[in-house]
C-alpha cells in the first residue's frame, strides 16, 4: 500500500519533471509572500496574465519546429524581425489605429513566408545540427538588419532620428498606432485587476487553429515526422517538405508574436533587441514541460505562465523582502538552467 | 607503484605553483608612498621644520621635488624602497644627499613619510602614518550595466 | 587524365577549405584604402591585437581535437580569468607577480567550471556546440550572482575603488592600471614604429609549442581517436569520458590564462561584459584563418587573428567614409562576425551529412540486393 503510494508520487514528478515542480512551488511561494512583504497581490496577478498575453504567440512558435524534430527554434529572431519590417512599414505607409495592427500583420505575412522558406531549406540541408546554426541564422539577421534600420529608406517622422532625418530610432512609440489595440479590446477591469480580453482571444484563437492544425492530416504527418523521420518516410511523408512547412509555420507565427508583444509592450524595439529574444521563449516552453522533440500546447500555456510569473514576481517580492533586486540573475540562471536540462536529456530522436 | 609516483610528482608541482604564489603575494604587493617636506609636532612636543627644497630620485630618476609643504607620490611594488634625496636648506644653499631604504609595511596601501622628521632621526612612529583615501561625499550609486543588448564591441 | 582530375579535386577542395579567408583577404584589400587608415597604425594595431588575442584563441584547439567542436564555453575561463584578477586587484599585487598570481588563481575556478562543463556535454553528446553556448549563459548568471551580490558581502572586498557604492558588488570597470601592458612591455622593443610586445609572443610561442607537444603525447592521441570516432577510441580501451572532460578543463583553463593576458593589454576589466563577447570574438577569428569546427591548426590561429582584426579596424572607418555614418561599418563587423561563423556551421554540417551519406552508399552497394532501394532513398532525401 505504502510503496504504491510512493510509486504514484515517483511517478508524478517523474511526469512533471523535477525542475517544472520547483520552478512551481517557487512561484507558488513568491505568490504566498506577496502579501506579507506589502505587494498587491491582484496587481501582480493582472501583470502575469498581461505579460503572458504578450509573450504567448512567441512561445507557441515554437511548436512547430519541435513537432517537426527540428528542434528549439533558436532562430526566433528571423521570425522577429519580419514581424519589425510590418510594423515599421505599416506605420510608415501611414496606416493608424487598429488598422496598423492588422496591416502589420498583412504586410509582414510575405517576409516571413519569404524568409522563413529559405530558412527552412537551410535547414533541410543541415538535419541534425540546427539548433546552433539556428541561433547563428538569427544572429547574422539581426546584425545585417541593425544595418538595414539604418540604410533603408523610412521617411515617417514617427520613426526616424529626428536630427539626422533618417535612420529609424531604437524604440518607436506605438502611441496613436495599434498600443493595447488587443488588450483594450472587451478588457475587464476589477478594481486592480485587469484581464486583456482580446490578447488573451487572440492568443486562443491561434492556439486553437494550431491545435486543429496538429490534429489534420498535415499535422499528423508533421508528429511523426518529428518522432520517427524513417518510419515517416517509409510511410510515404515528403519529410523535407513537412519540415519546410514548420519551419515557415513558426516563422510566422514569431512574426505575429512580435507585433503581439508590442502592442503590449507600447513599443517597437529595433536593433539589437530581437537578439536574445529566443531564450526566454525557449525556456518558456520547456519550464512548461516540452522537451527537445516533444511539446503541446498545454506546455506553451504553462510555460508561458510560469516563466512570465517568475520574471514579474522576484523584482517585487526580493526587493520587498530583502532589498536586492536579484531578480535578472534568478531570471538568467533559472532560463538557461532550464535550456541546458533539456538539452542533456535522452530524447529518441537525438542524432 | 607507477601511480605512486605520480602522485607525489603533482604534490610537488602543487607545492612549488603554491609556493610560487606565495613568492608573488611577497614581491608583488603594490603601496603608494607619498613623502611629506612638511612641518610636524610630535607627541613629545619636538617640533620639526621643512626644507627648502627635498629632490627624490628613484633608480637614477627623479620622481619628485618638494618645497616645503609639498607631499610628492612613488608607486612602489614590493616591501623594499630604496631612494635617493638630495636636499637644500636655502634657495642657493648647498645641496646635501644621501640615501634612505624603507621597510614599507605590508597591510597598509598607502603609506606618508614626514621627510623633515625622519632625517632629524625622529621614531618611526613619529614620521611614518598610513594614508587614509578620503571618501567621496554622497556618492551617486553606480547603475550596474548587466545589459543583454549592447553591441558586441572589442573597445 | 586521372591525375588531371585529381588535380581539379584537390584544387576545389582547397578552395571550398580557404574560401572564408579568401573572402576576407579580398574584404580588407578593398576596405584597407577606403579606410585611409596609415600602414603604421594599422600594422601597430594588429600586432598589439595579436599580442592580446592569440593566447584565447589557442585555447579552442584542444577541445576541437577532440571533437567537441567550438568551444563556447571559453566564456567560462574568461569569467575565471576575471574573477581571478579582481581578486588580485583588492589585494593590491601589482605588476608581473600580479599577472602571475591572477594566472595561478584562476586555475582552480576554471578547472571547476571545465569540470562541469565538460560532465554536461558529455550529458548532450552529439549537441555539444549549443550546449555548451546555453552553459556560457547560464554560468554568466552564476558569475553575476557572485560578482554583483556576494563580492563585498560574503567574499571580502576592501577598496572602494572596486566595489560599488552600496557595500557590495563590484563596479562596472574595475581599473588594472598597476598591471597595464605590463607583460607587453617587460622587454620593449620598437621596430620602424612598431611597438612588439615581445613578452607576450615569448609566452604565446611556448603555449604554441606545448600544444604541438601535447598532441604527440599518449593523451593527446587519446583525444585525436575519440575525436576521430567515439566508438572505436572505447573500443581500443580509451576512456572517452574523461578524455573529453579534460580537453575542455585544459581549454578552460588556457582561457582563463589568456583572459589575464587580454585584460592586461587593456588596462580595465568591463566586469559584467569583458566576457560576454569573447567567445564569440576568438570563435569568429579562428573560423576567418580557415579552421573548421572539425579542424583547426595554430597558423590558422595567426591567419585569422590577422586577417579578422584588420578587418575589425578597417570596417568602421570604411563604413563612415562609404555611407557616412560610423554606426553602419561597426554593425557590418558584428555581422561579418555571425555569418562567418553561421557560414562555418553550416559548411561543417553538410560535409557531416554528405560524408554519412556516401558511407550509406557504400553500404547499400555492398549490400547488392538493396541497392536499387538505397539509391531511391537518397534521391527522396
Redesign the interface.
Known amino acids: 500500500m505504502n510503496t504504491n503510494e510512493k510509486s504514484g508520487f515517483a511517478k508524478f514528478i517523474d511526469s512533471f519533471g523535477l525542475p517544472r515542480l520547483i520552478i512551481t512551488a517557487f512561484l507558488l511561494l513568491l505568490l504566498v509572500a506577496c502579501p506579507f512583504v506589502g505587494a498587491d497581490l491582484p496587481t501582480q496577478i493582472s501583470n502575469i496574465i498581461s505579460r503572458f498575453s504578450w509573450n504567448g504567440v512567441l512561445v507557441l512558435a515554437m511548436v512547430p519546429m519541435v513537432h517537426s524534430g527540428c528542434g528549439l527554434n533558436?532562430g526566433l529572431p528571423l521570425g522577429i524581425i519580419s514581424g519589425l519590417l510590418g510594423a515599421t512599414l505599416s506605420i510608415e505607409f501611414g496606416f493608424t489605429g487598429p488598422i496598423s495592427f492588422v496591416m502589420a500583420i498583412l504586410i509582414s505575412t510575405p517576409f516571413a513566408l519569404v524568409l522563413g522558406s529559405g530558412y527552412g531549406w537551410?535547414l533541410n540541408?543541415?538535419?541534425?545540427?540546427e539548433?546552433?546554426?539556428a541561433?547563428?541564422?538569427g544572429?547574422?539577421s539581426v546584425?545585417?538588419m541593425?544595418?538595414m534600420w539604418?540604410?533603408l529608406p523610412y521617411k515617417s517622422p514617427n520613426m526616424v532620428w529626428g536630427l539626422a532625418g533618417k535612420?529609424l530610432r531604437t524604440t518607436i512609440s506605438l502611441e496613436g498606432y495599434y498600443n493595447q489595440v488587443l488588450a483594450k479590446f472587451l478588457a475587464i477591469k476589477i478594481g486592480n485587476f485587469t484581464f486583456p480580453t482580446g490578447t488573451i482571444l487572440f492568443f486562443a484563437a491561434l492556439a486553437l487553429a494550431m491545435w486543429a492544425f496538429l490534429h489534420t492530416k498535415t499535422g499528423t504527418a508533421m508528429t511523426a515526422v518529428g518522432s520517427n523521420p524513417v518510419f515517416a518516410?517509409a510511410a510515404g511523408i515528403?519529410?523535407?517538405r513537412i519540415r519546410l512547412l514548420s519551419v515557415i509555420m513558426s516563422t510566422w507565427l514569431a512574426a505575429i508574436g512580435i507585433l503581439v508583444y508590442q502592442q503590449g509592450f507600447g513599443f517597437v524595439q529595433l536593433y539589437?533587441?530581437p537578439?536574445?529574444m529566443a531564450?526566454p521563449a525557449v525556456s518558456a516552453i520547456l519550464i512548461g514541460g516540452a522537451s527537445v522533440n516533444k511539446a503541446t500546447i498545454t506546455n506553451v500555456i504553462i510555460g508561458t505562465i510560469l516563466f512570465q510569473g517568475i520574471v514579474t514576481m522576484t523584482p517585487t517580492v526580493m526587493n520587498n523582502m530583502i532589498h536586492?533586486d536579484?531578480s535578472?540573475?534568478i531570471r538568467?540562471?533559472v532560463s538557461?538552467?532550464m535550456?541546458?536540462y533539456a538539452?542533456?536529456r535522452k530524447t529518441e530522436a537525438?542524432? | 607503484m607507477k601511480k605512486k609516483r605520480s602522485f607525489i610528482f603533482r604534490l610537488i608541482a602543487l607545492a612549488l605553483i603554491a609556493a610560487l604564489a606565495a613568492w608573488m603575494f611577497l614581491i608583488g604587493r603594490g603601496h603608494t608612498v607619498y613623502f611629506d617636506n612638511k612641518s610636524l609636532t610630535a607627541p613629545d612636543g619636538t617640533a620639526y621644520e621643512p626644507w627648502y627644497q627635498i629632490e627624490i630620485l628613484k633608480d637614477g630618476q627623479r620622481v619628485a621635488r618638494l618645497k616645503a609643504e609639498d607631499r610628492g607620490m612613488v608607486e612602489v611594488m614590493g616591501q623594499k624602497l630604496t631612494v635617493e634625496v638630495k636636499l637644500a636648506k636655502s634657495k642657493d644653499g648647498k645641496m646635501q644627499g644621501g640615501t634612505i631604504g624603507l621597510e614599507l609595511p605590508y597591510n597598509k596601501d598607502g603609506v606618508i613619510y614626514n621627510l623633515p622628521a625622519m632625517l632629524a632621526g625622529a621614531q618611526e612612529e613619529v614620521y611614518m602614518s598610513e594614508f587614509i583615501p578620503t571618501p567621496v561625499e554622497e556618492e551617486t550609486e553606480e547603475v550596474v550595466v548587466t545589459d543583454e543588448f549592447v553591441l558586441p564591441s572589442e573597445e | 587524365m586521372n591525375t588531371n582530375a585529381k588535380k581539379r579535386e584537390k584544387a576545389g577542395a582547397f578552395l571550398r577549405q580557404s574560401s572564408v579567408p579568401i573572402m576576407f583577404v579580398i574584404i580588407c584589400a578593398v576596405c584597407i584604402p577606403i579606410s585611409g587608415l596609415s600602414p603604421s597604425y594599422l600594422i601597430n594595431e594588429i600586432v598589439t591585437r595579436m599580442g592580446r588575442n592569440v593566447f584565447l584563441i589557442l585555447s579552442l584547439l584542444i577541445p576541437i581535437m577532440a571533437g567537441m567542436g567550438l568551444n563556447f564555453g571559453m566564456t567560462l575561463g574568461a569569467m575565471a580569468g576575471e574573477i581571478a584578477l579582481i581578486l588580485v586587484s583588492d589585494w593590491q599585487i601589482v605588476g608581473i607577480p600580479g599577472m602571475v598570481l591572477a594566472m595561478i588563481f584562476s586555475v582552480p575556478f576554471s578547472i571547476l567550471l571545465g569540470w562541469f562543463c565538460g560532465k554536461i556535454l558529455n550529458m548532450a553528446r552529439g549537441r555539444e556546440m549549443i550546449t555548451s553556448y546555453i552553459i556560457s549563459y547560464f554560468i554568466n548568471g552564476v558569475y553575476q550572482l557572485v560578482v554583483l551580490y556576494l563580492m563585498g558581502s560574503v567574499i571580502p572586498i576592501r577598496h572602494g575603488s572596486i566595489k560599488l557604492p552600496r557595500g557590495y558588488g563590484i563596479r562596472n570597470t574595475v581599473s588594472l592600471l598597476n598591471m597595464r601592458q605590463k607583460l607587453d612591455n617587460l622587454i620593449p622593443l620598437t621596430i620602424a614604429g612598431v611597438k612588439i610586445p615581445v613578452m607576450t609572443f615569448i609566452v604565446i610561442g611556448v603555449l604554441c609549442l606545448v600544444i604541438i607537444w601535447f598532441r604527440r603525447t599518449k593523451l593527446g592521441q587519446d583525444m585525436r581517436a575519440v575525436g576521430q570516432d567515439m566508438q572505436v577510441a572505447r573500443d581500443a580501451g580509451i576512456n572517452v569520458e574523461r578524455t573529453r572532460i579534460i580537453s575542455i578543463i585544459i581549454s578552460t583553463v588556457l582561457a582563463g590564462i589568456g583572459m589575464v593576458i587580454y585584460l592586461q593589454n587593456m588596462g580595465n576589466i568591463a566586469t559584467y561584459s569583458s566576457h560576454s563577447q569573447i567567445g564569440m570574438f576568438c570563435i569568429a577569428a579562428l573560423l576567418v584563418g580557415g579552421a573548421s569546427v572539425d579542424k583547426a591548426s595554430i597558423g590558422n590561429v595567426f591567419l585569422g587573428v590577422i586577417l579578422f582584426h584588420t578587418m575589425f579596424i578597417v570596417a568602421p572607418k570604411a563604413g563612415a567614409a562609404i555611407t557616412g555614418d560610423s554606426m553602419i561599418g561597426e554593425y557590418f563587423r558584428v555581422f561579418v562576425s555571425y555569418a562567418v561563423i553561421t557560414v562555418a556551421l553550416v559548411m561543417y554540417e553538410t560535409q557531416k551529412r554528405k560524408r554519412k551519406s556516401l558511407e550509406g552508399q557504400k553500404l547499400a552497394q555492398a549490400q547488392k540486393g538493396e541497392q536499387n532501394k538505397g539509391q531511391k532513398e537518397e534521391n527522396e532525401a
Open positions: 533558436f537551410l540541408r543541415i538535419k541534425g545540427g539548433m546552433m546554426i541561433t547563428y541564422v544572429f547574422s546584425s545585417l541593425c544595418m539604418l540604410v535612420g518516410r515528403n519529410v523535407n539589437m533587441a537578439f536574445y531564450l536586492m536579484m535578472e540573475v538568467i540562471i538557461n538552467g535550456i541546458l538539452l542533456t537525438a542524432t
